[in-house]
């Protein structure tokens, strides 16, 4: 760890020795049904069905990906998780950054009435059926309402952001800002805000990939096949087994058969792709954030 | 008057604020049919009251003991595996010196934590199947039989359990590694001075350095005690593992919601039970921490 000059015991080798094979094992672990699903996904589909790929591909083939891209339900349920992902996360920001905000100033009167409001709910909830006899009552069943309100804000991340604005706008900034007769708008449209750029980006990820990857609200609250998201597409092809007849048209019994198991694959690799493709760029953040969410608030 | 020259902050506060209200409070509020027979004609406050029936007749039931044991053994067993292990990686992480391997390490263990649930449990379908799954052709080359997962229902929990360690183990070590990088570097400089080996420093210096933050999550997850996966669950469910997967978060989905005859205050009888105990428990175990001396929530 330091001064890597000392020669280091036999013990301390062999704990080395013992520590990195842990942690390749670690990386072997995680990473191959990864690269499994991968290598499946542009195999033969015959082979794939023979059971014969634990590893590299065989036969290279796309035949997978083609078959999901030519669904059109699925091109449906990708653009509806794109709204949803997109409206809900602007929302979400929106709502957090405020109260966020707000309840990180020490000058507002009631301030622990408020956060006790919030907090309580983290411990506490309705539960399921009274939720859902809410929403019906509000006449957001089998509507896009029902994918983005009832889920408007989390105060797990309204925590996040609280600390975030608590640590990192000084008092001194609100006073000279005041002594200028600046209000409280003005203040946070013109310099809490361009001061947050990193708590924005990590609220946008959270709720980003929340609303990407939930699928339970839409099974409950969804009837319209025509609003469904993506997950649930995913959930009646990966889980259900129910592959539409016209996703492997024109093809044998048995190549059917085989074409349905190998576009799973590529379903797997196709769904995941959105958040994979920003994860490296975002990761920093997202470390970032969980470790902001760790702070004692 | 201090309230009226913060108006612009209230005003900021109503959207949230009613969200918080509307969505979290309301149904507070409608979690009283769990007292009542609920009649959709009648609604919520005019439904007539029947006191505890509902919850006398769930912990009557015959599912009472089996859902009440499967959510506690799964918990538990999350627990025993999923606490551990991320502590163990991340003390593991902190002494690899090589950078490049580290950052490897943790940019690919973070990663699955980003599959949605749907896929994650599809990769377990595709991993565990008994013809072309990865781990069946791997114990058929080790020459033994293949073996169905999904037809035992005593495979469910470890495939449960597994599968989570697989896909949060590199997310819940940040904030390990988080402390670790916090620790004093001169107790580590001591600790070389005085001929204390790396293990030795890791007992002694890294493993009391984490442990109030161990000691917060502990008690976070055993506060959650009765909050099972349900989304993940009930992906997983099939006929054949109900015996074992059914937990009270799936079984109020079913008797609420799903069932020929929906029977909404029973449900929600079901459910305020759940959340009454995990905020009993939540408010036990931190009373126990702070007893102990160890760090708690409030």
Redesign the interface.
């Known amino acids: 760890m330091y001064n890597p000059s000392i020669k280091e015991s036999r013990g301390d080798r062999a704990f080395t020795f013992v520590n990195y094979t842990f942690l390749v094992l670690v990386l072997i672990m995680v990473a191959y049904p990864l690269l499994y699903i991968v290598s499946a996904s542009f195999s033969n589909p015959g082979k794939v069905a023979a059971g014969e790929i634990w590893l590299f591909p065989k036969g290279f083939n796309v035949a997978g990906y083609k078959a999901v891209f030519d669904y059109s339900r699925f091109w449906t349920g990708f653009t509806n998780s794109l709204f949803y992902t997109s409206a809900g996360t602007m929302l979400n920001v929106t709502l957090t950054v405020m109260a966020g905000y707000v309840l990180s100033r020490r000058d507002l009167v009631g301030r622990n009435l408020f956060m006790l409001l919030f907090m309580f709910t983290m411990l506490f909830s309705g539960g399921l059926i009274p939720t859902y006899l809410l929403v019906q009552d509000l006449g957001l069943i089998n509507t896009r309402w029902a994918m983005i309100l009832p889920t408007a804000l989390s105060v797990w991340n309204l925590i996040i952001a609280r600390t975030f604005f608590q640590v990192s706008i000084p008092q001194e900034l609100l006073e000279a800002a005041q002594i200028d007769g600046c209000n409280d708008f003005k203040f946070v449209w013109r310099i809490v805000l361009p001061l947050s750029a990193p708590i924005i980006a990590v609220l946008c990820l959270f709720y980003a990939v929340g609303h990407w990857n939930t699928y339970f609200n839409a099974l409950i609250y969804l009837r319209n096949k025509e609003l469904f998201p993506l997950q649930i597409i995913l959930r009646e092809i990966l889980i259900l087994n129910s592959v539409d007849t016209a996703m492997t048209n024109g093809s044998e019994a048995q190549a059917k058969q085989a074409l349905s198991q190998l576009l799973k694959f590529s379903l797997v690799i196709i769904a995941s792709l959105p958040i994979l493709v920003i994860y490296p760029f975002v990761q920093k953040h997202f470390v970032k954030g969980v470790m902001i969410g760790s702070l004692k608030g | 008057m201090?309230?009226l020259k913060?108006w612009?902050?209230?005003?900021?506060?109503l959207?949230?604020?009613a969200?918080?209200i509307?969505?979290?409070?309301?149904?507070?509020?409608?979690?009283q049919?769990a007292f009542k027979n609920f009649s959709p004609v009648k609604g919520?406050s005019e439904s007539d009251w029947v006191g505890l029936k509902h919850f006398k007749r769930f912990i009557d039931s015959y599912d009472f003991w089996r859902i009440m044991r499967n959510t506690l053994t799964l918990s538990l067993y999350d627990l025993a595996v999923g606490f551990p292990l991320p502590i163990v990686?991340a003390l593991?992480?902190n002494?690899?010196?090589?950078k490049a391997?580290k950052k490897?390490?943790q940019?690919?263990?973070?990663?699955?934590y980003?599959?949605?649930?749907?896929?994650m449990?599809?990769?377990v379908?595709?991993?565990l199947d008994p013809?072309?799954?990865?781990l069946?052709?791997?114990i058929q080359?080790l020459g033994f039989d293949p073996v169905n997962f999904w037809e035992n229902a005593g495979y469910f929990k470890s495939i449960y359990v597994w599968s989570g360690v697989?896909q949060n183990?590199?997310?819940s070590c940040?904030?390990y590694l988080?402390a670790l990088s916090g620790i004093d570097?001169s107790l580590?400089?001591a600790g070389?001075m005085d001929g204390a080996?790396?293990?030795q420093r890791m007992i002694h210096i890294d493993i009391p350095g984490i442990l109030p933050?161990a000691s917060v999550i502990l008690i976070l997850g055993m506060g959650q005690m009765l909050n099972t996966g349900?989304?993940k669950i009930?992906?997983m469910q099939n006929p054949l593992n109900i015996r074992t997967s059914e937990v009270i978060?799936t079984y109020?989905?079913k008797v609420?919601?799903i069932s020929k005859a929906p029977n909404?205050s029973y449900?929600?009888a079901i459910?305020?039970f759940?959340?009454?105990i995990s905020?009993v428990l939540?408010l036990t175990v931190n009373q126990i921490a702070k007893k102990l001396g160890q760090n708690n929530l409030w």
Do not use: C
């Not at chain 2, 940019?107 to 699955?112: F, S």
């Open positions: 201090r309230v913060g612009q902050l209230y005003v900021l506060l959207l949230p604020l969200y918080i509307l969505f979290h409070y309301v149904p507070m509020y409608g979690a049919i919520i990686l593991s992480i002494y690899a010196n090589q391997f490897t390490v940019m690919v263990t973070y990663a699955p980003f599959i949605s649930v749907v896929v449990v599809g990769i379908f595709l991993m013809r072309i799954g990865a069946n052709l791997i080359q697989w183990i590199g997310i940040i904030i988080a570097p580590h400089e070389v080996s790396k293990f933050v349900f989304e009930l992906l978060d109020v989905y609420g919601l909404f449900a929600t459910g305020f759940k959340s009454l905020l939540l």
